[in-house]
C-alpha cells in the first residue's frame, strides 16, 4: 500500500504542457541548469517587483545568464511567467510527494502533506505572491494550479476510502477543504509569521481530520 | 447560549476605523443611501475591470451620482477601494453572523457560516477578485480582512471549547483552517461553478468537523 498512495494522482495532475513548451525543452544537461536558473531568477524577480514591475532584464541578470540564452527558451515576459506558475505548482508536488508516499496512514499522509508545504512556503514566500498574481496576469495558469491540485487530493482520498481507511463519503468537497486549510495555514505561518512550530501545526490539523473538533 | 455565540467575536471585528473615515460618515440617511450606491458601484467597476482598469468616473456613472458627491466622501481611487475592502468583509459578517448567532450547537454555527458564505459569494462573486487584488493594490487592507475574519473565528470556537462544546485543545489554527477551507470553497462552487447544493457542501464540511474523515 505504502508507495502507491499517490499514484493515482500522477496521471491527472499534469494535464498542460511540460515546463517550457517541449518544443523548447533544453536537450543538454548545462541547458537543464541553465532554464532551472532562469526559472529561479523569474521566482525571485516576480516574486519581489510583481508581474509588472519585473522585467526579462532583471531575470536575466539575477540568472548570470545572456538574454539570447532566455530567449531559447521563452519568448516573453508572459510566457516564462505561465512556465514559472507550472513550475511551483510541480516543486511543490515533487517537495511534498515522497512524504506524503511514505506515510502509513492516510491521515499521517495529510499531515505529512501540510508539514512540508509549510516547510516549502517558508524557503519559497514568494509561492504565494506569484500564484496570487496569475489571478490577474493569467487566469488559466491560477485555475489549472487549483484545479490539479484539487485532483491529486481528491484522487489519494478516494484511493484511501476505497482501501478502507476513510469515510465512504469522500469527496470533492474534501479535497477542496484540505486544499484550502493548508493554503491558508501556510500564508499564516509561513508568509505572514513564523511564530509557531510546523510539526505542532501538523498534529492539529491531523487530529482534526482524524476525530473532527466536536467535544 | 444561543444568541451570545458571536457576542465577543464583535469586538475584535474592526479595530480600525469605520467605513468611510469618521470625518466623512454621512449625516442624513439621503447621505447613508449615496454612500452605498458608491460603495455598491465601486464594487461592479473594480469586480469588472479591477482595481488598475477601475476609475472614479465609472464608479458615479454607475451609481448615478455626481462627482462632487464622490468627494464628500473619499479622496481617491485608493481610499475608495480601500473602504470597499473593508465593506466588503462587513457585508460577509453582516450576512452570516445571524445564521451563526441562531444555530443550536457550534458544529451547526460553522455549517451555517459556510452555507452563507457560500450563499454570499454567488451573489457577490467579485468579492474574490476584489479581496485578492487587495494583496496587490492594497495589501494591508487584504492582511486586515484575513487577520480579522480569522479572529472572529477564533473567538467563536473559544467561546464553544469553553461551554464544553468542542475539544479543550481548540486554537488559532482551527481557526484558519476554517476560514482556508470556507475561502476555497466558496472559490469553487461559488466563483468557478454553481455545480454542487450550498447545503450539500455545508452538510459535508459540518460532518468532517463533527467527527473527521477516518473510516
Known amino acids: 500500500m505504502v508507495g502507491r498512495r ?3 494522482a500522477t496521471a491527472t495532475a499534469a494535464p498542460e ?3 517550457p513548451p517541449a518544443s523548447k525543452e533544453p536537450r543538454t544537461e548545462r541547458g ?3 532554464l532551472r536558473a ?3 531568477a523569474a521566482a525571485e524577480e516576480f516574486g519581489e517587483k510583481g508581474f509588472h514591475d519585473g522585467s526579462i532584464a532583471g531575470i536575466t541578470r539575477r540568472a548570470g545568464v545572456a538574454l539570447g540564452s532566455f530567449y531559447t527558451y521563452f519568448d516573453s515576459k508572459d510566457e516564462v511567467f505561465r512556465a514559472l ?5 510541480q516543486q511543490v508536488k515533487e517537495h511534498v510527494g515522497p512524504a506524503i ?3 502509513t496512514s ?3 499522509a495529510e499531515r505529512a502533506g501540510l508539514l512540508h508545504f509549510i516547510r516549502f512556503a517558508r524557503a519559497h514566500k514568494e509561492i504565494y505572491r506569484i500564484i496570487d498574481e496569475a489571478e490577474f496576469v493569467d487566469p488559466e495558469s491560477f485555475r489549472m494550479h ?5 485532483d491529486r487530493i481528491a484522487a489519494r482520498l478516494r484511493e484511501a476510502a476505497d482501501r478502507g481507511e476513510l469515510r465512504d463519503d469522500i469527496s470533492e468537497v474534501h479535497a477542496w477543504a484540505i486544499m484550502g486549510m493548508n493554503v491558508f495555514l501556510g500564508l499564516r505561518y509561513s508568509v505572514w509569521a513564523e511564530d509557531a512550530d510546523p510539526e505542532a501545526i501538523a498534529d492539529v490539523v491531523a487530529s482534526m481530520l482524524a476525530r473532527g473538533i466536536a467535544r
Open 106 to 108: 492516510q491521515i499521517d
Open 6 to 8: 499517490d499514484a493515482k
Open 101 to 103: 508516499r511514505a506515510a
Open 38 to 40: 532562469i526559472l529561479d
Open 146 to 150: 487549483y484545479a490539479t491540485t484539487a
Open 85 to 89: 506558475v507550472r513550475d511551483m505548482s
Open 32 to 34: 537543464r541548469r541553465t
Open 17 to 19: 504542457a511540460a515546463v
